[in-house]
């Protein structure tokens, strides 16, 4: 079974622009929860989709946001980008959602490095 | 709230010596508690998880931990140490309702041989 993937692996974008990065997780899972991982504040959850809804977000700006088509796939969306921004992002697939409580384990993709300038 | 902390950043150990990564918890109710192991420019593997059975935990590539509520550890353990057991560790926290998932900042393991 194919895991979790991520598009694309690097991006480079300049401070201002926008950006989507993909993820396509295990076939079958429904959950898809997106993370932010950098050197200074560690891997910081970002939000969960499962059946195309946000169900929990975590602490960051509006300028971050996503969303969930009807195969599961996720997108996730940063507007305005900031040179904080600039980070390794993850996304992490399960069976059931994540945030409810669930016994399933969680499996990540490689990640999207994000580079803003 | 809940948070998770790793004791040492960074950890050298010889190759066929004990693996020991710290990681203690603060919760009220424990959590599900979860290791992870990141190889640079991947995503991460989870090792093991804890969620409220026995409380020595197996997880693959012969590591395990063990969860004790009295110290509110859960530190990884490996009884002998290889070299492709160089990366970076995370020890992560669930409450049981789930709706809050935060990560220890992690501990590189270098292993010298």
């Known amino acids: 079974k194919a895991g979790v993937t991520q598009t694309p692996r690097y991006l480079i974008k300049t401070r201002g622009q926008q950006v989507t990065l993909s993820c396509s997780p295990i076939?079958?899972?429904?959950?898809v929860s997106w993370y932010q991982q950098t050197p200074g504040q560690g891997l910081q959850f970002l939000f969960e989709?499962?059946?195309?809804?946000?169900?929990n977000k975590g602490n960051f700006p509006g300028r971050f946001s996503g969303r969930q088509f009807s195969n599961s796939r996720s997108e996730m969306n940063v507007s305005t980008l900031e040179l904080g921004d600039s980070a390794l992002y993850l996304c992490?697939?399960?069976?059931?959602?994540?945030?409810?409580?669930?016994?399933?384990?969680?499996?990540f993709g490689p990640g999207t490095r994000l580079t803003v300038t | 709230a809940q948070s998770v902390t790793q004791l040492g950043s960074h950890v050298s150990v010889s190759e066929g010596a004990l693996v020991l990564l710290r990681c203690n918890y603060s919760s009220s109710v424990p959590p599900y508690l979860f290791w992870y192991v990141q190889y640079p420019n991947q995503g991460l593997q989870l090792l093991l998880k804890?969620?409220?059975?026995?409380?020595l935990v197996k997880g693959i590539n012969g590591f395990e931990a063990e969860f004790k509520k009295s110290e509110t550890s859960f530190h990884l353990t490996k009884p002998s140490a290889h070299m492709r057991d160089a990366a970076e560790y995370f020890c992560a926290v669930r409450t049981q309702t789930g709706n809050q998932f935060y990560f220890g900042t992690g501990t590189s393991l270098t292993v010298i041989p």
């Open positions: 992490a697939s399960s069976l059931a959602l994540w945030t409810s409580g669930s016994s399933y384990e969680q499996y």
């Open positions: 804890y969620t409220s059975a026995a409380t």
């Open positions: 989709y499962f059946s195309e809804t946000q169900r």
């Open positions: 076939s079958g899972h429904r959950s």
